[in-house]
């Protein structure tokens, strides 16, 4: 395999600017296909969700799935796209074996919505609109899996094998104007635009949206023009983008090679490329001879989609609560900074938040314990912090244990690993260790008494009135109750003992 | 003049993947040359303000139920596949750039 | 000839009823038939596939209801016991369907279509597939993959196309019903050229679920038969709302049956007929136009009233449909390329690619005038192309529907005759496509504006049959058929008898050409 000569990215963005433009293709979660009856489900046994229709047997029709079409109206008004008065499906003639009819039932110059943007915010807190062109429906191709290859890959394949169970499975492809102006941040623009798309799409429930299953597939292309240009540059497209993270490693690998091959005075190829995670490249793929030539035409065996205002209202009426507008509502109940907000969502940890508040914790608590503990824990042991099995309610009982003075700060800490490693709940497992935070007096100030005569100097000073100097008393305390002194009681004691204002 | 040339033809074939030998694309490009000068004319004769049909009969809104129907069995499904391995159609190579 | 197989399908439905004959001497008689005229090189050739077995086990189903007698025996359709011959273009389970190709040959749909759900439904057994030109592409059925069907008046003739083999079965008397599909002309024309009634529904009125696709926007399935009222009652049978089918028509079936009885029954008085100006004189033979203005003076009689009409876009139909049907057919067809179905054909020589065993499969499975059609169709369809060829086209489709509706203004249903020639000889047109191309120019306009259309035999020209064709407005298929009916008595009632009473004897006919064969 060649590899291609590749621009440093900070290097390139000082001669070039970057367009791009994404083709975001979305699963719909309906029960049935698109055009046909047959269960829209994952990892059953090969050719086994299949109808006369999904095989292309000779005199089958299509029949609309009217769940996909209210589907695909409330991701194009999620979308902020107008919804087309009328629309028609139309063939997309090519051949290849994953394609029962060798034509796609699809839409051409009658997407079902159109016009539409999304605001998206970057880490920096730049926020960039995406428009979006379209969002159209079609229905998704078969899987081929290849044989005698290396690794399972269609080069230098002996045969390859089709399953049709995912043919005709609905699909809402989403298709952005070209996205201008972007300079460094197009990486991650891009993985914020789909992650952005995947989060609304689970939000209305229209897709199971995995992208580790394709639910949520991303075709990203990219062009370089010379900063200063008016006229775009040619662009390539990148396929098989498979996670976030590819897009924002593909986006940047395609800017460092269209910066090589232009810094060399060569002109890019426009073509179609495949994306590698493994070697983090991307190479050429065979442009389908069809490619340039589809013969779209109406689709003669369906006929148009006509929605009513009414009826957009009507749908309009059922969406959930959006990303965008969760966001803004948590930020302005919460009361956190900008900075402080933008790490929570860009933690992914948002709705770990909003559960634990509406549990019955503070703001402040939830972000602390999620953002601090719980996240420190989450990284030592390689997982989501949302996978380590504490839930919202668990951060609630802590910060009442805490409350009551029952456990203190460290302790909590302690009892959060305990929780992760699957002993229960909080409480229970400060009673079963006996965790709790000593509140007996007795016992502590005979540990006061003596740390204190084991530093008579820090006495001096705290009787000065340095009452900071406690501080110097209080480890040696924890040290001798195994950290199960309660250290606001600690203080209060020793000033008591002292005599001293605190 | 002609309306469609032989270099026409053998693109088109291609696009519609028939074989075709050249004996077969000479024929073919005499044959449709005739029947295209033919049909030519049918670009003149509606003016820009006539809107097309593509469905005689106008339906709108047809669709069906969000509900689970009868499937075939696997057998079923391959029954006249000309190949098949491990329940799946069997196709030779896919031809592919590396 | 026995009596039984020159019943009409109603007549031989109330001898079963009456218990006069039983369903499995019917079919018997009728299978008999088929063996004594059906010869493939010498004979009528109309069957690709005679279904005996399972035809006399359905007729014996029958029998045994009746016999039975009950609430079974009284819920069976009217139509029940009646053979039927299925045009091999509609899927059948349990027999092949080759579509008239190499391509389809031997191959078992593992589904039946919506029509053939009815027709077992109502327990007509399926005496076996007609022949037909290659995927319906054709108007003589010589470009079956096959071999050819032959005329039953005249061995040496086409018996029309698409459907010649339906036609031909039911003319021939091996069958009183047939099922055909058309597209262009595919029932009406063959009929026209055996002396047969054949009928296009309203486009959307039959399901064409289980039909193999030619161009979508044009196809149906209709009844082919011997009179107007088995055509209505066959019609009836199949017709009506289906789910499967998203350009099906949600009313339910009209009365067709009491319309043709109505028509039968005589009086034609308040009916405007509308003679379609475009649709006859240049063109048509003498004898065809002779026999056209016969059956105006007749329906005057019955007191219609005979309007000139004026369509002047039909003489851009032709043009039209030979756009859009291509365009339309090459995209169904792309379906056929070996990997799911079919005869899988590998290329002899260099690498076994799937492109390539897909351009081997796909130039070994389809005939000349398949290829030729989706290579046009292709063309028309192409980048650059589409506005000026499938883009205009569709609004020259705009502009003879509005002929329709302004000539239907004045006219109730309208009248022309369906061909422009009788039956040709085999092979007189084989290397003149687009002369082929012209025996549909008066059964197009129908199909692109999707209203309903039957020809009625008319008389003879030269000893072979001319054909009638009404027209209707979409949904009006009963004023067709009362129109029709109309014209079938006044003219039986001329003749004293039926068109096909003086064909030729037929078994006499097959017995000489095989002896001059040897």
């Known amino acids: 395999m060649s590899t291609e000569a590749t621009v440093d990215f900070d290097d390139a963005l000082t001669r070039y600017e970057p367009a791009l433009g994404f083709e975001v293709h979305v699963e719909l979660n309906t029960k049935t296909k698109m055009f046909s009856d047959a269960p829209n489900e994952f990892g059953d046994e090969a050719n086994t969700n299949v109808t006369p229709v999904d095989l292309g047997l000779p005199g089958t029709l299509p029949v609309v799935n009217g769940k996909a079409i209210e589907y695909s109206i409330k991701l194009g008004l999620a979308l902020n796209c107008s919804i087309a008065e009328s629309c028609r499906f139309a063939r997309k003639n090519y051949f290849y074996p994953d394609n029962p009819k060798n034509f796609q039932t699809s839409q051409y ?3 079902i919505a159109f016009d539409g943007y999304l605001d998206i915010e970057l880490d920096s807190g730049r926020v960039i609109r995406v428009e979006i062109e379209r969002a159209h429906m079609e229905e998704d191709a078969g899987k081929l899996t290849h044989l ?10 002996s045969a390859s094998l089709v399953d049709y169970n995912r043919a005709g499975v609905p699909l809402v492809e989403i298709v952005t104007k070209p996205i201008l102006g972007v300079g460094a941040d197009a990486p991650e623009l891009g993985r914020k635009y789909v992650a952005a798309v995947r989060d609304i799409v689970k939000a209305l429930d229209v897709s199971d949206a995995r992208m580790e299953r394709g639910n949520v597939r991303c075709d990203a292309n990219v062009s370089l023009a010379p900063i200063g240009a008016e006229k775009l540059g040619t662009r390539s497209e990148t396929k098989n983008v498979n996670s976030l993270r590819s897009i924002e490693r593909a986006v940047r690998y395609e800017i460092e090679r269209h910066a090589a091959i232009l810094d060399a005075g060569g002109s890019v190829v426009q073509e179609t490329r495949h994306w590698h995670e493994d070697t983090r490249t991307t190479s050429s793929g065979r442009p389908k001879s069809d490619a340039d030539d589809y013969r779209y035409f109406p689709e003669p065996d369906l006929v148009p989609v006509v929605t009513s205002r009414e009826r957009v209202e009507e749908i ?9 507008a969760r966001r803004t509502r948590l930020k302005a109940d919460w009361g956190f900074s900008d900075e402080e907000f933008r790490d929570v969502v860009n933690a992914g940890l948002d709705e770990a938040l909003e559960a634990t508040v ?8 939830a972000r ?7 996240s420190r824990l989450a990284k030592d042991g390689e997982v989501e912090p949302t996978e380590l099995g504490i839930l919202p309610a668990d951060v609630v009982e802590v910060e009442g244990l805490i409350g009551e003075k029952k456990i203190n700060d460290k302790i909590a800490k302690q009892v959060l690993q305990f929780v992760a490693a699957g002993e229960g709940r909080p409480a229970a497992i400060v009673e079963a260790r006996s965790l709790a935070v000593v509140s007996d007096d007795g016992p502590l100030l005979a540990a006061i008494e003596d740390a204190m005569a084991g530093a008579p100097d820090v006495v001096e000073k705290i009787k000065a009135g340095k009452v900071a100097a406690i501080g110097a008393l209080i480890g040696p305390v924890m040290k001798a109750t195994r950290g199960q002194a309660d250290a606001g009681r600690v203080r209060e004691l020793v000033l008591e003992k002292l005599g001293v204002q605190g | 003049m002609s309306a469609i040339s032989r270099e026409d033809v053998a693109h088109l074939a291609e696009l519609a993947h028939i074989a075709m030998l050249d004996a077969e694309l000479d024929r073919m490009a005499g044959e449709l040359d005739a029947i295209v000068d033919a049909i030519a004319s049918v670009s003149q004769v509606a003016g820009e303000d006539v809107p097309a049909t593509s469905h005689p009969i106008p339906l709108t809104n047809v669709f069906r139920e969000d509900v689970v129907g009868a499937t075939l069995t696997q057998e079923e499904a391959l029954l006249n596949a000309p190949d098949a391995e491990d329940g799946r159609f069997k196709v030779p190579a896919i031809l592919e750039e590396d | ?16 009823r009456a218990g006069e004959l039983t369903s499995v001497e019917a079919v018997q008689a009728h299978l008999d038939r088929i063996a004594a005229v059906d010869d493939a090189e010498h004979g009528v050739h109309a069957f690709l596939h005679v279904n005996a077995e399972e035809a006399l086990a359905v007729a014996a189903e029958v029998d045994a209801i009746r016999a039975a007698g009950g609430a079974e025996a009284a819920a069976l359709h009217p139509l029940a016991g009646v053979p039927i011959a299925v045009k091999d273009l509609i899927v059948t389970k349990g027999q092949p369907t080759t579509a008239g190709s190499r391509m389809l040959e031997g191959w078992m749909s593992p589904y039946d279509a919506t029509v053939i759900e009815k027709i077992r439904a109502a327990k007509l057994p399926i005496l076996g597939k007609t022949n037909l030109d290659e995927f319906a592409q054709g108007s003589s059925t010589e470009h079956s993959a096959f071999g050819n069907t032959r005329n039953p008046w005249d061995l040496t003739r086409i018996p029309g196309g698409s459907g010649g083999g339906s036609a031909a079965a039911v ?5 009183p019903l047939a099922l055909g599909t058309d597209t262009g002309g595919s029932i009406r024309q063959p009929g026209a050229v055996t002396g047969t009634v054949g009928a296009k529904p309203t486009y959307g009125a039959v399901s064409r679920y289980g039909a193999i696709a030619m161009a979508s926007s044009l196809d149906q399935i209709g009844p082919v038969a011997r009179t107007v009222l088995d055509s209505a009652l066959l019609q009836e049978l199949i017709g009506g709302h289906d789910p499967r089918d998203s350009t099906s028509l949600p009313e339910t079936v009209p009365a067709l049956a009491d319309a043709a009885r109505q028509g039968a029954a005589g009086d034609l008085s308040g009916v405007r007929v509308g003679v379609i100006k475009e649709l006859q004189g240049e063109g048509y033979e003498a004898g065809v136009q002779a026999r056209f203005d016969e059956s105006l003076e007749l329906l005057k009689a019955r007191g219609a009233q005979i309007v000139e009409v004026s369509c002047p876009h039909f003489q851009y139909a032709l043009a039209a449909y030979y756009l859009i049907m291509p365009s339309e057919m090459s995209s169904n067809l792309a379906k056929f390329d070996g990997v799911r179905y079919g005869n899988r054909v590998l290329p002899t020589d260099g690498n076994v690619t799937i492109e390539r065993v897909m351009g081997a499969t796909r130039a070994a499975g389809f005939g000349d005038e398949v290829k030729r059609r989706i290579i046009l169709g292709t063309y028309a369809l192409s980048a650059g192309y589409y506005d000026a060829y499938y ?10 529907q509005r002929d329709f509706a302004a000539a239907f203004e004045r006219a109730d249903v309208l009248i022309s005759p369906t061909a422009p020639t009788v039956a040709f000889e085999l092979g007189a047109k084989l290397d003149d496509p687009l002369a082929m191309y012209l025996n549909d120019v008066a059964t197009i306009p129908a199909n692109l504006a999707g209203v309903p259309g039957i020809s009625v035999p008319g008389g003879l020209s030269d000893g072979l049959p001319v054909g009638i064709q009404f027209l209707a407005p979409a949904r009006e298929d009963a004023r067709m058929y009362r129109a029709a009916a109309a014209l079938e008595a006044a003219l039986e009632e001329e003749w004293g008898h039926p068109l096909l009473a003086d064909a030729q004897d037929l078994e006499q006919a097959v017995a000489a050409a095989k002896e001059g064969a040897k």
């Open chain 1, 109 to 111: 110059d009658e997407p």
């Open chain 1, 148 to 157: 005698g290859g290396a690794t399972g890959r269609i080069q230098g394949a």
């Open chain 1, 316 to 324: 309009r009426a059922t969406l959930p609560e959006l990303p965008a």
């Open chain 1, 358 to 365: 509406t549990a019955g914790a503070t703001p402040a608590a």
């Open chain 1, 368 to 374: 602390k314990w999620w953002m601090g503990e719980i």
């Open chain 3, 1 to 16: 000839m026995t009596d039984i197989i020159t019943l009409s399908a109603s007549a031989l439905a109330e001898k079963l």
């Open chain 3, 171 to 175: 003319a021939a008397f091996e069958a």
């Open chain 3, 391 to 400: 883009g205009s086209a569709q609004k020259v489709r705009t502009l003879i």
